[in-house]
């Protein structure tokens, strides 16, 4: 079962979903309407409204001459009904490709885990630093490819990477001359170097078994391929085409509701207007949020809390040493030892068990055997 990072949902403000109806509505900090009157498109909205309001009601001319101007509401309310669609599936889509980045990110992290207690097992006791240069190399991958996603600036993300000590200056100098697209790839490409020296260093001690070769090396390019389904997940965003028309079409039905509450004989119109002009450019601005969800915004990841924690983590799991494995192995395993065949390529089948207190192999039963074979398979 996929191991994932325990930590905090990626919102930076926690709330209570039990809460009063009246005081959630009335909550302002961290909430859309904090970016919505930050845009010039509402307040030039608001003028025109004001403008449309005042020819209509504060002049001595009279309403007669303006009827020809006057517009229906069931052309208006077929506009915002179709308007209200796009808008909602739009920011259907982009909350789905949100959460669908969020879950792929931890997978990703999740993944890092099991690959490097795999390698710990397997050649933690051939090499301790094989499986140190392992870790450095796969968690400047991961964090090279968050730091990416995040921002443009690649002088920055060398001084990065230089600084949370996962490359050295001859690494970096190395990686500057190769194309911006394949330097994930080449990190990956070592650790699975490394990882096959380590792992070739383990069989020979015979501490390992051979036919893992294979396996380790899937699991590093499924690594790979979970960093590339990644980054492939989030340049494909919604077409322009359809951003373009809901931007559009938010933008004329706001226009026509300036215009057509600016009629009204009743300020109370002008209120409405204000607060369904508010929820439309609020919903657009939280869509364009969840487009985006390495940047900066309230409802971003947190990428510095993750990868902080990630990285915590991944120390603990490398340098922690299993002082009291003795005590913490299961009996039933500690009776066991395996033994490979003459030829390091063997598989399992030519693996042999003994009972370290019955050469004969006489006491090692089925279960062990059956659980030896699924710890090492």
């Not at 003028?47 to 009827?67: M, P, Q, R």
């Not at 090279?144 to 920055?156: I, P, R, T, V």
């Not at 902080?308 to 983590?313: E, G, M, R, Y």
Request: contains cysteine; hydrophobic residues 40%.
């Amino acid at each position: 079962m996929r191991r994932e990072p325990k930590i905090e949902i990626p919102h930076s403000f926690r709330y209570d979903p039990k809460a009063s109806y009246i005081r959630v509505a009335l909550h302002f900090r961290k909430t859309v309407l904090e970016s919505v009157i930050k845009r010039p498109t509402f307040w030039v909205m608001c003028l025109f409204h004001a403008i449309v309001k005042y020819i209509f009601s504060a002049t001595s001319l009279s309403h007669g001459v303006f009827d020809k101007w006057y517009l229906a509401w069931k052309p208006v309310s077929c506009v915002a009904a179709m308007t209200t669609f796009f808008l909602v599936f739009y920011t259907t889509e982009c909350w789905a490709r949100y959460c669908e980045l969020y879950h792929a990110s931890l997978e990703l992290m999740g993944g890092t885990y099991d690959y490097l207690l795999d390698m710990k097992v397997y050649t933690s006791r051939a090499s301790k630093e094989h499986l140190r240069l392992i870790s450095r190399y796969l968690s400047a991958s991961v964090a090279m490819l968050f730091y990416e996603l995040h921002s443009d600036s690649d002088s920055n993300k060398w001084h990065f990477l230089r600084e949370l000590g996962l490359l050295k200056q001859d690494e970096v100098d190395l990686l500057k001359l190769k194309p911006t697209t394949e330097r994930i790839t080449i990190l990956m490409g070592w650790v699975a170097s490394v990882s096959s020296e380590a792992h070739a260093q383990a069989t020979e001690l015979k501490h390992c078994a051979g036919g893992l070769r294979e396996g380790i090396m899937k699991s590093c390019w499924h690594l790979r391929s979970q960093q590339t389904q990644l980054v492939d997940d989030h340049v494909f965003t919604v077409p322009f085409p359809y951003f373009h028309l809901v931007n559009t079409m938010v933008l004329i039905n706001t226009m026509v509701w300036a215009y057509n509450f600016g009629t009204a004989p009743s300020l109370i119109w002008s209120g409405l207007f204000v607060i369904s002009t508010a929820i439309f450019l609020g919903m657009m601005e939280l869509a364009s949020c969840f487009a985006d969800p390495f940047g900066d915004d309230d409802v971003d990841f947190p990428l510095a809390h993750w990868l902080s924690a990630w990285l915590q983590q991944v120390c603990s799991l490398v340098e922690c040493e299993d002082e009291h494995f003795d005590q913490l192995y299961p009996p039933c395993l500690r009776s066991a030892q395996i033994i490979l065949g003459e030829d390091d390529e063997s598989t399992f089948n030519k693996v042999q068990y003994f009972d370290l207190d019955n050469p004969s192999g006489a006491g090692v039963t089925s279960t062990t055997r059956a659980t030896l074979g699924g710890l090492w398979g």
